[in-house]
């Protein structure tokens, strides 16, 4: 490991980061706040990212994988740490304020905050915006960085992305980026106005625009979406959260050449396929467990549905309250996550239809052992490398979330807060059921538990891997 | 297909069993019971079976693999079939006939009966009974069949076997049945006689090696081994119970060749640590959260553990009355199971020692892409195929587990009753928590729900792929 080329990059990261922070620093002014606890985590960060420029070169910049892998979980985490300079001015303690960074880089949007709206506007529009920033940074990172670090299927559709090569990544990884934000800015500049002529305010359509393209779910009140009790918002927010939850280069390719790009897409319609299914049988158990009509049960099966499987964590109604019929189909969108390459988390829909392939294939080899018949994404074969790289995934996945819950249920949480707690943090969704519920918060989890799941926020963002070598040997050798 | 086949080892089957319901038929005759139930039983199976076998030329008995899984599944349904026939005398529905018949030949030891004393002496003698004819169907099915029909890494332990090589099945599978059955045998004698010496009446000492060598976990008595309320009796239990969740083949090495077999396999070795490990800490765990002592809450836990991680089932204490913090131990010992070629279910401690070391490996890799570090077992690295086979299994495995528990919920039951319940039939455990806890029974779920929970059992004591490759049209072409 040469920790002169991590440390390198992450002055670069923080160089970054620091100006962003400007940003709330306005909205502080504008309102009447204090612009103090902004202007100090501008100077720190700006201040550490120059000296790590300064100190470290960046002649040598050719990463090995194992640099990489530190590079990204590393900046993440430092990203994290210096965006919760500000929370600490506004009374919370150092482990809340980096719970709460933690869940909005990774755009998880769990919450330790009691009661939000006693904090200043400015801090919670900081708060959204790390979310916005989080899901800039996990576009680029699933589709420029990962691929080249070999991680989990990326592969699968590097193919799809508009950008880098296997062999020139260096020279089009800036390019990628600028086209895929593009796109990601550009989106969220459409869904900024609708939300805007929906009758939003500024601030609510800000905080909400960058919420929901990131799958990020924070929200500046505490009764979330709910809040606003309006079909034709929750109708928007719907919609953009269903295409943050898909791939964003297929929306590029969509939008700049051929349009039915994300028609053609196995995962999309998969995808499609699980927001149709889930949505019209939580409809009718809604429609049989509470006393409202089918519109009213559809209304909130669709919102909730699509929140829970794009990982956002919006809530338009305290779910928690439903039977635990209802319940079960969002734990089960829980355990499935978005699409490969857009800002949700949680496992991914291409590596649940490739995993299913797989078993399927396997039963008809059961019964004609020597008879070949090759696993197709897309049309093309999945090469056996990426299949080994879904199914480590998926091992390691459920191993993290298994101990988690058990870490958790053995400190005195409830099992069915401890298990969606575990999976809401590593899935990046943000409530779970019981005391996590989503008009409940994390405040009252103790704090070994607090660290667990920042933990599983960290691993879970970052596909697993990244964060999960650094307990190897290997990754820590010269 | 060529059902023949099929038929004509069923009529086999059924010959065999029929005369299996003359001893329940002699201890209601002892008991002054009616012996009506199993002359009936007795009398129809033979007939059918005789009928089979009239019918059916066993000629032609060159197994395809498929032959091969349609008698094990088929096989095995029969036998829960007709083995209800006793039980629907005493009063139950069919379909709870079928329920409490298919718990017992698959030593699930889930009941649906409400009050157990209740019942004639000589049914719940059958009923212990059929675990234990289940435990030598099974352990047969995992030495001496599985292994030809490649199933799911039997082909493992297939070199630990003192029975068939592959190119000799056929004259050696009586006299690997012979060796393995004589194994089980004298060790069910053992324990028959300490039970005896511990002051257990004949036939309690009986009911409770039957169920014991079984990992079955059927008690004619509604408060299970806590009925009798004695170290002793537990004590006796929980060895026989970890002898039978190891692997019988290398009980037979250990008898009759090298005396350190056992320890020298690393699946043992592994079911020994996890035995250890989880009786540490739920002892800490009962001793934090009851008003117990720590030998108090080491007699509990040993027992708990061993007897739900070998799917046992047994109970000393009502530990659904425990905090999470205990449920939760037990929770992760009914995902793990007991070793391959023991008579417990769940997914087995083979298998999930070889994912870990896959998933290790597979970290090695996202740093070292190109080296080549093969996954060990016993000393032998592991085959791809049977890796796949592992890895197939497991994802099957969950799927069922998650689309039961599904069901069950959307059926209106509780969420974790749901869970646990999907899992303890398809790990073959018997009792899971809440309205299935160890001092409730399975009476109240759903028709619907009960129809699951028996493929569950079904499903899962065949090992999965045997059932559900009927789901595949490959299986049913000629
Ligand atoms: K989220
Ligand atoms: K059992």
């Known amino acids: 490991m040469r920790f002169g080329i991590v440390f390198s990059v992450m002055g670069l990261l923080l160089r970054f980061l620091g100006p962003m922070m400007l940003v709330p620093l306005g909205v502080a002014l504008y309102y009447g706040e204090s612009p103090f606890p902004f202007a100090v985590a501008f100077s720190v960060t700006t201040i550490v990212g120059s000296a790590l420029s300064f100190r470290y070169s960046s002649d040598d910049r050719e990463w090995e994988k194992r640099e990489g892998f530190a590079i990204v979980a590393f900046g993440w985490f430092a990203a994290a740490l210096f965006g919760s300079i500000p929370y600490m001015f506004d009374g919370v303690t150092p482990l809340n304020a980096l719970f709460e960074s933690m869940s909005g880089f990774t755009t998880t949007g769990a919450t330790v905050f009691v009661d939000i709206e006693t904090h200043s506007k400015s801090l919670l529009f900081w708060r959204s915006m790390t979310q916005w920033l989080g899901g800039m940074g996990i576009i680029m990172l699933f589709i420029a960085i990962l691929p080249k670090l070999g991680v989990a299927g990326r592969q699968m559709f590097r193919a799809e992305a508009p950008g880098p090569k296997e062999d020139q990544l260096r020279p089009r990884i800036q390019e990628t980026a600028k086209i895929l934000w593009t796109v990601y800015v550009s989106i969220s500049v459409v869904e900024l106005l609708l939300l805007l002529s929906a009758g939003m305010s500024f601030y609510d359509a800000c ?272």
Chains 1, 2 share one sequence.
């Open 207 to 478: 905080t909400h625009t960058f919420t929901t393209m990131a799958c990020g779910g924070f929200s500046p009140y505490a009764d979330s979406v709910a809040a606003f009790d309006s079909p034709l918002i929750e109708g928007i927010i719907t919609l953009f959260m269903f295409i943050a939850g898909a791939n964003f280069a297929l929306h590029y390719k969509t939008l700049y050449s051929d349009k039915k790009s994300l028609l053609k897409d196995n995962e999309f319609k998969f995808y499609f396929l699980i927001v149709g299914l889930a949505t019209i049988l939580l409809t009718l158990v809604l429609w049989r467990d509470t006393p409202d009509s089918i519109p009213t049960s559809f209304r909130y099966a669709i919102f909730q549905v699509i929140s829970i499987l794009t990982t956002t964590g919006y809530a338009t109604t305290d779910f928690n309250l439903w039977t635990d019929s209802g319940k079960v189909v969002l734990l089960a969108m829980m355990f499935i996550g978005g699409c490969a390459g857009s800002t949700a988390g949680g496992i991914k829909v291409v590596r649940l239809l490739i995993l299913l392939k797989y078993a399927r294939n396997e039963l008809f080899k059961a019964i004609h052992p020597k008879a070949v018949r090759p696993i197709k994404f897309n049309g093309k074969s999945v090469p056996n490398d990426i299949m080994h790289a879904i199914i480590s995934f998926v091992v390691i996945y459920f191993l993290i979330f298994l101990i988690s819950s058990a870490v958790l249920s053995i400190f005195g949480m409830d099992l069915t807060s401890s298990v969606t707690a575990s999976i809401a943090t590593l899935g990046n969704i943000g409530p779970g059921f019981n005391v996590v519920g989503p008009m409940a918060n994390f405040s009252t989890v103790p704090a070994i538990g607090k660290i667990v799941l920042i933990a599983n926020m960290w691993i879970g963002r970052l596909e697993v891997f990244t964060v999960i070598v650094m307990l190897t040997p290997e990754f820590w050798k010269r």
